[in-house]
């Protein structure tokens, strides 16, 4: 059988990078790559069915071990496209033995305690890294290589299981990671996505989510006589910026705190562009917040005129807390499957949000379990080696736990 290590240190070869500004689905063809790549080892493994469909979405079927054809159905979700906020392309992970302090990878990047939360629990173990011109890629492909390996493991072995329903999504990271996917379709009881950080952790808090697109549009002229005619788009922007609460940015907040993140801005005097995505774990709050943002635009329009400001605020995902809560026994089996392998489990709230959250706004209850890996979206990113085959081995516990 092939690890999961040994799967996953092939898998962040590949490509996969996602692209908002696409406007295709998936938003990169690249991501089909490992897409077919994963089809035909899931055909490979006997899956049924296994396919890609018009999104780039790879569906196979793990049919249930004999005898256990009434065990709830189970779908093991990750997705396979990358994070555009780092580069993706040309990754070359390896493996090294952190002996503490700084380690160095490459391109003038290190990992440092004080830039990478939990490295100092693992002095002495093996880390997988970049040379520091990339991500790794641990996002998600950590939880693709883990759900492979689980698979493979259940086939090999003869274990009890469940009917299981393996999805590997694209462009999760934009926000689209379950366009194309029907969850009547999937014939699915629960679901779990393998997209989170640290092992043992257990998420089904999420923040609720929107972006915003905020256009000022200026008026140009030549600096020399622009006294009273010119509007600077540009520091128009930085006003409206302003008006926003300054320690409310993700950066000086954690837990359940909310806040207010510009991704992106670009622009000159005539027009300028601010890109945002607001968050909040507390429904109301969120609401307020694209209320804030609203109100900004409104100012400026008031003070430089109707139509100076646009801004454009679309909801992307909701809080799945209330649609898990009914459902607390797909917390409770994950954290048995854990402490069955040696692993504490732990609840923690995602800064952040999962295919799972519209899964389960969509009627397929998904929380979402450890990949072990750190520093996501960064050329900062790393993973424990031990954790991908230890993460693996939880979703085969998992799987035969149904079964029982």
Known sequence: MESAKQRFLRYVKVWTTSDESSGTSPSTERQ???????????????????????????????????GCEGAPKIALIAHVDTSPDAPGEGVSPRIVRYEGGELPLGSGVSLTPALCRGLEEHVGNELIVTDGSTLLGADDKAGVAEIMAAAEAL?????????????????????????????PELVCDWGYTVDGGPLGEIEYENFNAAGAVVTVHGV??????????????????????????????????????????????????TEAVLEYIIRDHDRPRFEQRKAQLKAAADAINAKYGPGTVEADIRDSYYNMKEKIEPHMQLINRAEAAFRANGIEPRCVPIRGGTDGARLSWDGLPCPNLSTGGYNYHSVREWIPAESLDAMARVLVTLAEGFAE
Do not use: Q
């Open 32 to 66: 089909k790559d490992l897409g077919r790549l994963l089809e035909s080892e899931l055909a490979a493994l006997g899956m049924r069915d296994a396919h890609m469909d018009t999104c780039g979405n790879v569906i196979a079927t793990l049919p249930a071990a004999p």
């Open 155 to 183: 086939v090999e072995t003869g274990a009890k299981h469940g009917e299981l329903r393996i999805v590997f999504t694209t462009d999760e990271e934009i926000g689209c990671g379950v366009d194309g996917l029907s969850v």
């Open 220 to 269: 140009g002229v030549h600096p020399g006589d622009a006294k009273d005619v010119m509007v600077n788009a540009a520091t128009v922007a930085m006003e409206l910026h302003a008006l926003l609460p300054a320690d409310e940015v993700p950066e000086k907040t954690s837990g359940y705190e909310g806040f207010f993140h510009l991704h992106d801005m670009r622009g000159c005097c």
